[in-house]
Structures are given as C-alpha cells and as structure tokens.
C-alpha cells in the first residue's frame, strides 16, 4: 500500500524557514519522481515544487528561489527546505507521486506564516 506522511509543517512568522519532509512506503521511491503542491484557504491546488528520480528540479515561479526540495533514497524521504516564508504561503502542503496511472497524496501538513 502507497503511503505519504507529510510532517514539519507549523506557525512561523514572515521571513522565517520550514523544511517540511515526507515519508514515502509502498513503492520503489527511487524510481518515483514526487512532488509538493499547497492547497492555500479557499483556493485550489498549487503545484509548487518537482524532483525527478535522478535529482533533477523545478520550481512554480511563486516559490522559485525560496524553496529547495530534495530526496533522501536511502530514507525513501522527500523533502521541501522553505525559506523567506510569507503569508501568501499559507497552505495546506502535500507531497504527491503518480504510479501506474493513479495520483498519490499525503494527508498534507499546515504551513502557517503570521505574525
């Protein structure tokens, strides 16, 4: 059974950092390209942040040079550094990966950037 277990999300004021990470089971994650997407308070989903199985990235311009996202294969863990956080960061973050046609999705964690 895929499993997706986001967890680093939190209260943080504007300008602060996260580094949210997402444990990943039930599938070869070496192989899995993954995903993060955000889902902000009444708006839909985001897709912020991509890494191929071989390490290669990329970014949504709204989050491009603030976030890193990187995997630990050894762990079968995807992370997603944040820094310089605002508020329009606020959002549900999920980590999501596609197997053999069908979307996979953490049950997200909350990012919440306040003063």
């Known amino acids: 059974e895929v499993q997706l277990v986001e967890s680093g999300g939190g209260l943080v004021q504007p300008g602060g950092s996260l580094r949210l990470s997402c444990a990943a089971s039930g599938f070869a994650f070496s192989y899995s390209p993954m995903s993060w997407v955000r889902q902000a308070p009444g708006k839909g989903l985001e897709w912020i942040s991509g890494?191929?199985?071989?390490?290669?990235?990329g970014y949504a311009d709204s989050v491009k040079g603030r976030c890193t996202i990187s995997r630990d294969n050894a762990k079968n863990t995807l992370y997603l550094q944040m820094a310089s956080l605002k508020p329009e960061d606020t959002a549900v973050y999920y980590c999501q990966m596609t197997l053999a046609g069908s979307d996979y999705w953490g049950q997200g964690t909350q990012v919440t950037v306040s003063s």
């Open positions: 890494i191929t199985s071989g390490g290669g990235t």
